[in-house]
């Protein structure tokens, strides 16, 4: 279809959050669009009614909207070609499979669920493939008839033909070949009027005008199936591509084993979605050897299928913790505030005072913004700095090869050079204390030691005097005084 304009989909089901995998296939579909100024459609496969969860409809459009993933045509901004829930489109459905059955190339099947259960349960102790016998494909006329009258449930299968072979042509892996013989009748359409997954994917590709499909690389084997129906209703079939698989680090299918997979669980966690398009975009297909940080328009600018690859793509949370982290160290303080802002609320504990002050905020991002690789870790990290009484085991106040006398007149020291010192800058406070550790014989590390549990109640914390800049004069202050009540009856004995 070289002169046809693009236009390619997003079909997912209602029936779950989405995960990662499905939203990569959202994503390579919206580049290849925006890449060939074509249309992004998505369409909501919500035929499978008995799966189908409330709410997946909207956490599915709005991890697309997360993603800036926008599109062209879909629930919510209509098009020329909808409605776009296979569930609203149920008569032509019905259309095609009357049509298939009038011409030869669809039956309609009686048998009972019972009868396809014990059939299958045969097949597998002859250790043959589990598939439909056909048994109704070679029903006479009169058999029909009988059936009718018995009022009994039944779906329509599409007729395979018995032998040849059917090929196809896949974008990324050349031509495919399978016998007719390995595939069975197939339903299309099911007892409740509804359409299998086959029956509706052909039908709406064809009428919504698609000229790619690039999917998962488990429809491989259904696509065959796809080939002779878009044959047998006379439609031109649009072209294929597969996308690699995603497999987690000991290349098994990528699993809750492997950290989470849907996009919600991240999205929770603090990923941006800046560093969730990127690294998704690279996962399966590449710039060059060596970028890894690519902006969305270099992105969109370079994706080609040429690039995408053939074997699976591996998923590694190192690397997107590690890209995370630079997508935050990019944002400014307020941008950064911003998006902390709902992590904090809900991650810092009940006694720190609520609403946040945002300027107070604005006061904590340069502390750790260097430090984070997930939003979610803000709250431990500054937890301290938002309440007012700290808890610490006192013995963590005695510095390495200190004893806890020594560690309580250190502390005495600084309480005093503190009550002394004019402003209460950062710099300022280190033109104090580094020069006070010389002065008591003491590494630096000692005494910042000392300071920091006083202060913050850790061992690891941000920056300390940057840390103490923040806390100010008067909770600095306070707290040393409590870790001088803390230290005095270990220092007595």
Avoid at 113 to 118: G, N
Avoid at 223 to 239: C, I, N, Q, S
Avoid at 375 to 404: C, Q, W
């Amino acid at each position: 279809m070289p002169d046809t304009p693009v236009r390619v989909r997003y079909a997912p089901s209602p029936t779950g959050a989405p995960h990662i995998g499905n939203i990569r296939t959202a994503l390579f579909n919206w580049l290849f669009a925006r890449h060939g100024g074509g249309s992004f459609v998505v369409r909501i496969e919500d035929t499978d009614v008995e799966r189908k969860v409330p709410g997946a409809l909207e956490e599915i459009l709005d991890s697309l909207r997360w993603l800036n993933l926008d599109w062209d045509e879909g629930p919510e901004v209509g098009g020329s070609f909808g409605p776009y829930l296979q569930s609203q489109r149920l008569p032509l459905y019905k259309e095609m499979a009357e049509r298939l059955v009038a011409q030869g190339d669809a039956y309609v099947c009686y048998c009972s669920p019972e009868r396809l259960d014990e059939m299958r349960r045969e097949q597998i102790q002859r250790k043959e493939p589990p598939r439909y016998d056909r048994r109704c494909r070679f029903l006479s006329a009169y058999e029909r008839a009988e059936l009718e009258t018995q009022g009994l449930r039944s779906v329509v299968r599409f007729a395979i033909p018995l032998e040849g072979e059917t090929t196809f042509h896949d974008l990324l892996r050349g031509d495919i070949t399978y016998q007719n013989a390995v595939l069975d009748d197939f339903v299309l359409l099911k007892s409740d009027g509804y359409p299998t997954y086959h029956l509706a994917n052909v039908t709406d590709d064809h009428l919504m005008q698609i000229t790619h499909v690039m999917r998962a690389e488990e429809w491989i084997p259904s696509t065959p199936r796809h080939v002779l129906l878009y044959r047998a209703l006379g439609f031109e079939p649009p072209l294929f591509a597969h996308m690699p698989m995603i497999l987690g680090p000991d290349r098994s299918k990528l699993s809750k084993r492997h950290g989470a997979t849907s996009l919600a669980a991240y999205r929770e966690q603090g990923y941006l979605p800046e560093a969730i398009f990127n690294f998704l975009a690279l996962l399966g297909w590449s710039y060059d050897e060596r970028a890894e940080i690519l902006s969305r328009e270099e992105v969109v600018r370079s994706f080609t299928l040429e690039r995408v690859g053939k074997t699976a793509a591996i998923f590694n949370i190192e690397k997107l913790d590690w890209m995370n982290g630079v997508y935050i160290r990019q944002l400014s303080v307020d941008q950064l505030a911003d998006r902390l802002m709902p992590f904090l609320e809900a991650g810092l504990p009940p006694e720190a005072p609520r609403p946040l002050s945002r300027e107070f905020v604005e006061k904590v991002v340069p502390l750790i913004q260097e430090r984070l690789k997930k939003l979610d870790e803000a709250a431990d990290l500054t937890s301290f700095l938002f309440v007012e009484k700290i808890r610490y085991d006192p013995h963590l106040l005695i510095g390495k090869n200190m004893t806890a006398a020594e560690a309580l007149h250190a502390l005495r020291i600084s309480r005093e050079k503190l009550a002394q010192s004019g402003s209460f800058d950062a710099a300022h406070l280190e033109s104090i204390f580094r020069p006070l550790a010389e002065e008591l014989k003491l590494k630096p590390g000692q005494l910042f030691g000392i300071l920091r549990v006083a202060t913050t109640g850790r061992t690891i914390a941000p920056p300390l005097f940057q840390t103490m800049e923040v806390l100010g004069r008067e909770r600095c202050s306070r707290r040393i005084e409590e870790a001088l009540t803390l230290l005095e009856p270990l220092a007595a004995g």
